[in-house]
C-alpha cells in the first residue's frame, strides 16, 4: 500500500533547517491555495477598504480567512475591543445587514455578527466589553 506521508527515517534525513523550511513551504502553498478560494469575496470586500480604513480601522490580513465557509473571517488584530465595534458600525453604515448574530456567553464571551451585502458575507467577533459601542438599528 502506498502513502503519501515520508518515513521517519527521511523526514531524520533532513537537517533541521532543511525541516522547517519544508513546512513553512507547505504553510505557504497553503495560504496561498486559501487566498485563491477567497479571490471573489476579496475582490468585492475591496470596495469597502477605503471607508474601513479612514475609519481608522486596520484589518489583519495575516488573518483574514474563511475557514472553508462562505464568510470572510475579519479581525482587527489588536488588543482594541472598540475596534471590533467601529468595523461592525463602518460595514453597516455602507450597506451591510447583520444576517445573524451568536452570543458566546461566559467571562471572555463575545457575540459574532455575520454581515452581508449581496454576494460578500463577512463575520466579526465584537467582545461583550465593546457591545455598546455598537450602532444596531433597534
Known amino acids: 500500500m502506498k502513502t503519501t506521508r515520508k518515513s521517519a527515517t527521511s523526514a531524520q534525513a533532513l537537517s533541521l533547517p532543511q525541516r522547517l523550511q519544508a513546512v513553512e513551504l507547505e504553510r505557504h502553498a497553503g495560504r496561498l491555495a486559501n487566498i485563491k478560494r477567497m479571490h471573489a469575496r476579496l475582490m468585492l ?43 461592525v458600525n463602518v460595514l453597516l453604515a455602507n450597506g451591510m445587514k447583520v444576517e445573524e448574530r451568536k452570543d458566546w456567553p461566559g467571562e471572555f464571551g463575545h457575540s459574532t455578527f455575520y454581515l452581508k451585502k449581496g454576494r460578500l458575507r463577512v463575520s466579526v467577533m465584537v467582545d461583550r466589553r465593546a457591545m455598546h459601542l455598537l450602532e444596531l438599528a433597534k
Open 45 to 87: 470586500l475591496d470596495a469597502f477598504m477605503p471607508v474601513i480604513e479612514s475609519a481608522g480601522v486596520r484589518l489583519s490580513l495575516h488573518e483574514m480567512t474563511d475557514w472553508g465557509g462562505k464568510h470572510l473571517s475579519l479581525t482587527v488584530g489588536v488588543l482594541n475591543r472598540s475596534l471590533e465595534a467601529k468595523l
